[in-house]
């Protein structure tokens, strides 16, 4: 038997039925056609379907248990209030009010916000420059090891290193005392620089990563358009303002999104570097709120109702980013 | 490619599943004891402490060759409770666990503890309540039943370095004085302006209940009334005492220890000898000897108006038996004799880092004869008090009043503000 596929949605189609007229006698009633629907699945599929559900079912069930149930738990408990031992009371919009009114919630969306706007702009301009200078060298890999190093270090390791240079006592401090001739700077210390100290190491351990996308998307420019560009009389700086970054655009609109998502969800370099919030919860971000208001005071259903908050908070931002690409991303095929 | 046969397929499927299954049970975590004779325990803890408490295991074990004993520790003071709280959640918690003076109240009032009151006046009972030092039950006593009691205890005092004092030209001391009752307010004020003149650092406090309470408390002021109600912000006594802590904390004659810069912390400070007091328990005694340096420090208690001693903080932490647990007898026979003078003693012997919370177990504490006047932590031991119940019953409630303190010592606010914020708070906080 054969089937064909019935195209995008995959539904397989009979091939036509014989005709209902050929061969039947003159005058007698036409012969009604055999009804057109889905054949039986060979037995093979259906095996081998039964089996991709086995064999995805783990990983589903570990999605539902650790990814869809706590979302909805706490969908759920943003609207009661609960300490985990006692009687769960539901409270309506309650907590929403109380979140919204709440000095340190709304200090935490400033500290993030500004750890966002200061990581993902310099972060990412400094990962195009690193990738555009790493592009004709031939010793690239190797800086790309380097590179690409704290990406694959644990967060938490990263933390506490950069916590030894932050010392007052320690290298970077002792470095900008020695050149600049001033007291060192109490980095982790001082509310002022504990934010900055913050953002300093957030975008040395994602720059690895935004580098090696960027170089792959410079590779990926078409040599014919460079070499037209070069024709025309472009020079490098042009070059690079007019065709190579605004062919690298998409890249870095989805690199955009992802580090500002990424940075809305800064939690454990602020807890292991700056000892939880740092002094004067100059460094309390939003999802550090969240745990703290959950497992430091056990009130999740303040903690719910402000990840819900963050979770809109993310949604407006990507929709603003979403909006803002039409004019400063550039897509090849659209233009061609 | 070849494909795998019916019967690999069905194997790996298997396997997958049952991966699974043990993953998803591992994340379950342990809980109580599997019979009425096992009795599984929790804590957190330094390596030291932990190993000790391995050793209180065993020699249990061998006094009561029928119950099994089992310490699952958690290393994060930090991470500590939200686990026990899950395992509470979720039925799984150990028989007997430790908890926080400042999570103590939330678990009474939740009625997730065994009332202790009746089995600790029974005859299996080797801790009468009459045995504890009154002041340290704090929130962990409700309406006359108790639900768990101290572990041991730490009062804070006031360490000091005499190579500081004598470089400040400083000639009494300060022990001396109290002995004398003369370690009056004025004069601790007066080696503090002196230790400030000479360049160095007056006092380090950390910036916790214990801090503001103890002062205030020995400057003859009140904070809560007998309801519960915070007062301090309606008494005279109180401002004036928060009004010169916070001036002094704003001139640099006092510090925040929490703010102290990495690498310039307050132990290493202290040691280094510059700064003149440090108001701290026990434990000073390791920082204070791995530096070498011991033989400059003694204790004094807090300085009052009158140099007569007065009641001040004391930290500790407390051991309560799950109301759900399978092993009630095994368990209290396991908690009162950790807890006991017996049991206090082994604990805390050998240099150990605080001060035992019932009496007949003191001669941990002379028995090195260090420092000392290591009478002092006795003394207010007897006298002190644990962190107020309506503060201990509210999580984080604490946490916010020192944040409130930290901007009258940042100079962001003054003392009648900042009183009244804190009435503020725990009116609404007590009121939810």
């Known amino acids: ?336 | 490619m070849r494909r795998a046969n019916s019967m690999t397929r069905r194997l790996l499927a298997v396997g997958a599943a049952g991966a699974m299954t043990v993953g998803l049970a591992a994340c379950s975590g342990g809980g109580g004891g599997a019979d009425e004779d096992t009795v599984v325990w929790s804590t957190w803890g330094t390596p030291e402490e932990l190993t000790r408490f391995e050793e209180f295991n065993e020699e249990f074990m061998q006094r009561h060759p029928d119950i099994t004993v089992e310490l699952q520790p958690v290393a994060s003071y930090g991470d500590y409770h939200s686990k026990l709280l899950a395992q509470l959640t979720s039925g799984t918690a150990p028989d007997v666990f430790y908890i926080g003076d400042d999570k103590i109240g939330q678990f009474v009032d939740a009625g997730v503890l065994l009332p202790l009151t009746d089995l600790m006046e029974s005859d299996a009972s080797l801790t009468d309540p009459d045995d504890f030092f009154p002041g340290l039950f704090g929130a962990a006593e409700t309406d006359g039943e108790i639900y768990a009691a101290p572990n041991d205890s730490n009062p804070d005092v006031l360490w000091y370095d005499m190579q500081a004092l004598e470089a400040a030209g400083i000639t009494e001391d300060p022990a001396t004085l109290a002995e004398n009752g003369e370690w009056t307010t004025e004069k601790y004020l007066e080696m503090n302006d002196a230790l400030a003149e000479a360049g160095l650092v007056g006092s380090m406090f950390w910036n916790y209940w214990a801090t503001h309470y103890s002062w205030i408390s020995a400057q003859g002021g009140t904070a809560y009334d007998e309801s519960g109600t915070f007062v301090g912000n309606d008494d005279t006594a109180t401002v004036d005492a928060v009004e010169t802590l916070g001036d002094y904390f704003q001139d640099g004659t006092f510090v925040v220890a929490d703010t102290m810069p990495e690498g310039a912390g307050a132990d290493s400070v202290f040691v280094t000898h510059e700064a003149g007091f440090f108001a701290q328990g026990r434990y000073t005694i390791g920082t204070v000897s791995s530096a070498g340096e011991q033989d400059s420090y003694d204790i004094v208690r807090w300085p009052t108006p009158d140099g007569q001693a007065a009641p001040t903080g004391v930290a500790t932490s407390y051991l309560a038996i799950n109301g759900k647990t399978d092993a009630p007898d095994a368990a209290f026979t396991f908690w009162t004799e950790f807890l006991s003078a017996e049991g206090q003693v082994f604990r805390l012997s050998g240099g150990g880092n605080a001060v035992p919370s019932i009496a007949g177990a003191d001669e941990v504490v002379l028995e090195d004869g260090y420092p000392a006047h290591a009478q002092t932590f006795l003394d207010m031991r007897d006298i002190g008090f644990e962190d107020y119940a309506p503060e201990a019953r509210i999580p984080g409630l604490s946490t916010d009043i020192s944040d409130l303190f930290l901007k009258l010592y940042e100079g962001k606010s003054d003392a009648q503000s900042t009183l009244d914020e804190v009435a503020a708070l725990v009116a609404e906080k007590t009121a939810e």
């Open chain 1, 1 to 336: 038997m054969v089937i064909t596929s019935g195209g995008a949605t995959g539904t397989p189609v009979a091939p036509p039925a014989p005709s209902a007229e050929r061969g039947a006698p003159l005058g007698a009633p036409p012969r009604r056609a055999a009804p057109l629907g889905p054949r039986r699945e060979a037995a093979w599929r259906r095996r081998d379907r039964r089996w991709g559900y086995v064999f995805v079912g783990p990983q589903l069930i570990g999605m539902a248990v650790f990814v869809l149930l706590p979302f909805v738990a706490s969908l759920v408990l943003a609207f009661a209030s609960w300490d985990g031992l006692t009687e769960l009371e539901w409270v309506g919009f309650a907590n929403f009010t109380a979140q919204l009114q709440d000095e340190l919630l709304l200090r935490s969306i400033v500290n993030t916000l500004l750890i966002a706007l200061i990581t993902v702009p310099v972060g990412l301009g400094l990962a195009v420059v690193v990738a555009v200078a790493l592009e004709k060298l031939r010793t690239r890999t190797l800086y790309l090891i380097l590179f690409f190093a704290p990406v694959v270090t644990s967060t938490v390791a990263v933390a506490m290193i950069w916590q030894q240079l932050f010392r007052a006592d320690g290298v970077l401090s002792g470095a900008i005392a020695n050149v600049v001739g001033i007291d060192p700077p109490d980095w982790l210390g001082d509310p002022r620089l504990a934010l900055i100290a913050v953002c300093i190491v957030s975008i040395w351990s994602s720059l690895g990563l935004n580098v090696i996308i960027f170089l792959a998307g410079l590779q990926n420019i078409s040599p014919s358009v460079i070499e037209a560009a070069r024709i025309d009389g472009a020079g490098a700086w042009r070059l690079f303002r007019s065709i190579r970054l605004p062919l690298l655009s998409p890249i870095v609109f989805f690199s955009s999104i992802v580090a500002f998502i990424s940075s809305l969800q800064t939690f454990d370099t602020v807890f292991v570097l700056t000892a939880n919030a740092g002094p004067d919860n100059a460094t309390r971000t939003i999802v550090y709120h969240i745990y703290d208001l959950g497992f430091g005071r056990f009130e999740f259903g303040p903690s719910s109702a402000a990840s819900v908050i963050l979770l809109l908070l993310t949604l407006v931002i990507t929709a603003i980013q979403f909006g803002a690409q039409k004019k400063f991303v550039h897509y090849e095929d659209a233009d061609a």
